[in-house]
């Protein structure tokens, strides 16, 4: 496919989580509350029920797509039974992105659970995987003119998470946004079994999805843009398919890709080298590499053989929003050299549209939108009307 500018997505993205608030009946929110040292979302950006302002601001700066999430925990409360009322409320936020055009690119499964599925096992109990189909069979009533579906955000990260657990009950917490802040420890290598059985879990919900909507269906990928230092190229395959490569295998048959790409590493003999520390290293502990948009896009093309590309994160944590501007303007322009090479690329969203939760902290700001988290005040930044610019554009 030559690329279609009038059907290119343009948006932003968020979840449920870190936007709506109160989510009390999920195994993130118990989290919060049994680890003293880190911050709780609370009442989040009250997304929940502001979330028709949201969207009004990002189609009235130009943009055409709005990622957002449904989330299970409020959906299915207690196993087995589901919320008619929470089910039509999401259908009410993809009411309202049609009302606003804005096409709505829904996800599923952003990281958070039911606490009852964590306290059953969640993905490791005998019923994890079957659980979360049920979820899906059931959602797909609100579904049927969305035309894309993520069936999970980051399984790869998500594999990290089925050990969250024992974490916690040590004290630590492992984020999947902030490394080295406050001494939160990186993140291991994720469980190959685990993400083998999140894959089988995705495959099925996209075969639910698919025979019971229109939507295109497909996952979203952390790709870390990961780069060989000289002579450890043979590492770097190692290192990146249990990190990535997996996860990309698993969407050779998907409508798309979801690329979820932030900076970029380098591998060694030993491993993924740590972030250099400095003056550009960003409010996630990560290096200031715009350029890795098109590593990582370049890469899941041709992990995937072909699948079409949807781009749906990236951004940067800075309280600079120039430098946002900057950054996203370098990303684009990268992007664009892959899409002018012949990679067929749907659309661009943008992380985030609100500065809001970042997985037990506030501090890292990837927001377009600014919130005052006393009055829920909206404070739209440049860098939403440049992305509108841009989007109306055409490409940077």
């Not at 919900?205 to 698919?210: F, G, P």
């Not at 948009?293 to 309280?319: D, F, K, M, S, Y």
Request: aromatic share 10%; hydrophobic share 40%.
């Amino acid at each position: 496919m030559s690329h279609n500018p009038d059907a290119f997505l343009w948006g932003a993205s968020t979840s449920p989580h870190q936007v709506e608030g109160n989510n009390v009946n999920s195994d993130w929110w118990v989290r919060e509350q049994n680890v003293a040292r880190v911050e709780r979302s609370g009442d989040a950006l009250d997304s929940y029920h502001r979330y028709e302002e949201d969207m009004r601001l990002l189609a009235g700066a130009g943009l055409n797509a709005y990622r957002f999430g449904v989330e299970w925990a409020r959906i299915e409360p207690a196993p087995g039974h589901f919320s008619t009322a929470e089910l039509a409320h999401y259908r009410g936020m993809i009411d309202t992105a049609l009302e606003y055009g804005l096409t709505p690119v829904v996800t599923l499964h952003h990281f958070t659970h039911p606490r009852w599925f964590a306290e059953e096992g969640g993905w490791l109990g005998s019923q994890g995987v079957s659980r979360y189909l049920a979820y899906v069979r059931r959602v797909t009533g609100i579904l049927q003119d969305v035309p894309w579906v993520c069936t999970i955000n980051e399984p790869n990260m998500l594999a990290h998470m089925v050990h969250m657990s024992r974490a916690v009950q040590s004290g630590e917490w492992p984020t999947p946004t902030v490394e080295g802040e406050h001494g939160v420890p990186a993140l291991p290598d994720p469980d190959p079994e685990v993400g083998r059985l999140l894959g089988e879990a995705h495959q099925a919900a996209r075969a639910i999805l698919k025979g019971n909507t229109d939507a295109a269906v497909g996952w979203t990928v952390s790709c870390q843009a990961l780069t060989a230092t000289p002579g450890n190229e043979a590492k770097l395959r190692e290192v990146r398919y249990v990190r990535e490569d997996l996860y990309l295998e698993y969407a050779r048959e998907d409508d798309f890709i979801g690329v979820q790409a932030y900076s970029s590493q380098a591998v060694d003999a030993n491993g993924v080298v740590p972030h250099p520390q400095g003056p550009d290293t960003t409010l996630t502990g990560n290096a200031y590499r715009p350029d890795a948009l098109g590593i990582a896009v370049r890469h899941a093309w041709e992990t995937t053989g072909g699948v079409p590309v949807l781009v749906t994160e990236n951004g940067i944590a800075t309280a600079d929003d120039n430098r946002r501007i900057a950054y996203t303007d370098t990303a684009l322009q990268h992007l664009f050299a892959a899409i002018d090479d012949g990679i067929d690329v749907r659309g661009y969203l943008h992380w985030s549209a609100l500065d809001n939760f970042e997985w037990g902290h506030w501090r890292p700001t990837f927001g377009l939108i600014a919130v005052d988290r006393e009055t829920f005040v909206r404070l739209p930044k440049a860098s939403l009307y440049w992305l509108g610019e841009t989007a109306r554009r055409g490409r940077p």
